[in-house]
């Protein structure tokens, strides 16, 4: 079983800061490519950033700048630090990522990659 768990966001004002935190437990193995998206109230789930299990990161243009992904493989943890928040930062945030878990029966492993996906973080940003 692998789990992604959330933590942060809540509120914050606009020109300030938040920052997002995922970690991975559970039958980890590796952790390919790790990531945040988000759901605002009416609107589609949105690629925020991706970061690779190397450090080669890509970010959607309404958060270039102003956002910054990155990871600790040793914690299996992905953070996102929002800087500069707008009103319109205002969503659900997921962690996403694409996990290699192992199983153990019977003293023989086996492995399977899947994507993984956390159970969602609030963020408002509001004066």
């Known amino acids: 079983q692998v789990q992604l768990v959330e933590s942060g966001g809540g509120l914050g004002q606009p020109g300030g800061s938040l920052s997002l935190s995922c970690v991975a437990s559970g039958s980890v193995l590796s952790i390919g490519d790790m990531g945040w998206y988000r759901q605002a109230p009416g609107e589609q789930l949105e690629l925020v950033a991706t970061i690779a299990t190397f450090g080669d990161t890509h970010y959607a243009d309404a958060v270039k700048g102003r956002f910054t992904i990155s990871r600790d493989n040793a914690k299996n943890t992905v953070i996102l630090q929002m800087n500069s928040l707008k009103p319109e930062d205002t969503a659900v945030y997921y962690c996403?990522?694409?996990?290699?878990?192992?199983?153990?029966?019977?003293?023989?492993?086996?492995?399977?990659?899947?994507?993984?996906w956390g159970q969602g973080t609030h963020v408002t940003v509001s004066s």
């Open positions: 996403n990522a694409d996990v290699t878990a192992y199983r153990d029966i019977d003293d023989v492993f086996y492995f399977n990659t899947s994507q993984y």
